[in-house]
């Protein structure tokens, strides 16, 4: 029986075969990353303290509608307000009811360093999320298998991408590690069953060098989550949902970094 994530990936790639690359994408690309500041990941996330990666995500698949209406541009505002280290922007059209667009506006808006969410599978889209403002890309292990995440994490620094491998298990952790992945992040949310396990994030989040940077993501709940995985040596998060539903953003992520 095939998965949320099953049918997120064959949507992914029936509209990459479907529609032929645009002449010039890749030229385009280092120019528009040639052109603008560069703000990094790491750096952003190597800071003393808690550090959130604050999400903008209009809609999940197990969860439904999370903001309406929805403002980017908003929200990344307020994040940055609120202590977040950067902001993540989820695209994906169908199933999260995403636009590459925001990245844009929320760059803009934040001045922040910006990841974009999607489900990557092929080095243009990474040409594209670069031309589209992103300073980051999140590569998912669990569906680039063999080689191919290692050729995607080189073609993101090829087009002046930081990456952040995303992985749920020990198997993947050790793929991330084996390609020398600087930014792991540990997905404490299982995309396939959508099941969250924080203590089995910290357990695979610790087990990351220490000259690497290990981001613990989804399932983050309350600033009580927050200080348990504190606790446990995490000190970096990515965080959606509960930023999403808050009445003051701002105030929910100030929060979470207040817990270190």
Known sequence: MSTALDRIVAATRARLDAAPQAPGLEKAARLAVAGRDRRSLRAALGAPGVRVIAECKRRSPSKGWLREPFDPGGLAAAYRQGGAAAVSVVTEKEFFAGDPGWVGEVREASGLPVLRKDFFLAPRQLAE???????????????????????????????????LVEVHDEAELERALAVSAPLVGVNARDLRTFAVDLA?????????????????????????????????????????????????????????????
């Open 200 to 260: 089995g994030a910290a357990t695979l989040a610790a087990r990351v060098p220490a000259e690497r940077v290990a981001v613990v993501e989804s399932g983050i709940s309350s600033p009580a989550d927050v200080r348990t995985l504190v606790a446990r040596g995490v000190r970096r998060f990515l965080v959606g949902e509960h930023l999403l539903r808050a009445a003051d953003p701002a105030a929910a992520v100030a929060e979470l970094v207040a817990c270190g």
């Open 129 to 163: 999320a670069a031309l589209g403002g992103a300073d980051a890309v999140l590569l998912i292990a669990g569906i680039l298998p063999g080689p191919a995440l290692a050729m995607m994490l080189a073609a993101a620094a090829d087009r002046g991408l930081e990456a």
